[in-house]
């Protein structure tokens, strides 16, 4: 057993409990209901802008974009625009691939041994569903929780809830029929690609490797939430009206706590609260990182114009000809070829071999 992913596991279980124990006490309500998640929210936006403010102030002296196809040159060779990018439209073009569909995801590989000591590669499509799917089923679900914070609800929020809900089932038993009217597709999606990325750590031994506790505890942060909101939404049923009315008061700053919220709604609340303050300070920042990063961001124009280093200033140096200029001497008796022979060595050459030659007629 992976004590890696044990450790996130019991930290999550324990926020849980402390958490479920603490809501019984009506005065730790305001805490957890109030306190908290304003907290979160204000560690989220600073810590948000101090690491991205961070990597702004970080240089960039290199061209260094990962380039996956043939750089633009000669015309009468085709270069690839999109993997290439030579100007900054086909870098804007790039980016939105790469953040909208995951295109540098999708065309990795992995290696394996076959047959032997024969090496294949192949397309890892599966990790790009998986990824895919979690992105945007949480990005979905993160759309139709703003009818909790808006009044009245926007357009899009509710074009997002009824495509979700498209799919209606419905249960047929004897003679009672009773039916789930509003069962969202994004929610067991994200449910089955949180799960798809936790297994592909555990059973993948290049992924285990390289996990750490902090790449385990976000996962399990994300599975409290899927499967809190879940059972809140199919198993006990909670006060929508009493919870939105909480969260309008978060908004509007006038934080109140209705009668009628349960223990649960806390719980999912706090999950909530600690992966926003966690955020900044984890892997999850690629959200913003994503747009910094020089290896994504840059033109790859290196054989059309010169990129001279910003740092390289006038410094003292001393060439190899000056250096052998002062220690020409040392180096010729030691034998140590030089490039320039002194005057009188080019003499006593010549007359070296003048004699040879005499001697040999």
Avoid at 35 to 47: D, E, H, K, R
Wanted: one cysteine or more; aromatic letters at 16%; glycine letters at 6%.
């Amino acid at each position: 057993m992976n004590a890696r992913y044990m450790i996130s596991a019991l930290a999550v279980i324990v926020l849980f409990l402390v958490v479920l124990i603490a809501v019984q006490v009506p005065g730790l309500r305001y805490v957890f209901g109030i306190f908290i998640p304003y907290l979160a929210l204000l560690t989220f936006m600073v810590g948000f802008i101090y690491r991205v403010m961070d990597w702004t102030r970080s240089a960039v002296p290199f061209r260094i974009p990962t380039t996956a196809g043939q750089q633009k040159s000669l015309p009468w060779i085709r270069y690839a625009p999109f993997d290439c990018p030579s100007n900054k439209g086909g870098v804007l073009v790039r980016m939105i691939l790469e953040v909208l569909t995951f295109r540098s995801l999708f065309k990795n590989t992995r290696m394996r041994l076959r047959e032997g000591s024969r090496l294949a590669y192949q397309l890892e499509i599966f990790l790009w569903v998986g990824a895919l799917a979690f992105h945007y089923a949480f990005l979905a679900v993160l759309v139709r929780h703003l009818r909790f914070f808006t009044e009245p609800v926007p357009f899009f929020v509710q074009l997002v809830e009824n495509v979700d809900s498209f799919f209606r089932f419905e249960f047929v038993y004897p003679v009672v029929q009773f039916g789930l009217p509003g069962v969202f597709l994004s929610g067991l999606v994200l449910l089955a690609a949180v799960t798809y990325l936790f297994l592909r750590r555990i059973f993948v031994p290049q992924a285990k490797y390289i996990s750490l506790a902090a790449d385990y505890f976000p996962l399990f942060l994300i599975f409290a939430i899927a499967l809190s909101g879940i059972y809140m939404r199919y198993v006990t049923k909670i006060d929508v009206l009493a919870a939105k009315e909480l969260t309008m008061g978060l908004v509007t700053f006038h934080p109140t706590l209705p009668e009628g919220v349960g223990s649960v709604f806390y719980v999912h609340v706090f999950f909530v609260s600690v992966l926003l303050a966690y955020f900044p300070f984890s892997k999850l920042m690629h959200l913003g990182g994503i747009f910094l990063s020089p290896t994504r961001n840059l033109t790859t124009d290196t054989r059309a114009r010169r990129h001279i280093n910003p740092w390289n200033y006038p410094v003292p140096v001393h060439t190899y000809e000056e250096y052998e200029d002062e220690f020409r001497d040392k180096m010729i008796e030691a034998g140590l070829p030089v490039e320039k022979m002194p005057v009188e060595n080019l003499v006593e050459e010549e007359k070296k071999g003048v004699s040879h030659g005499r001697g040999n007629s």
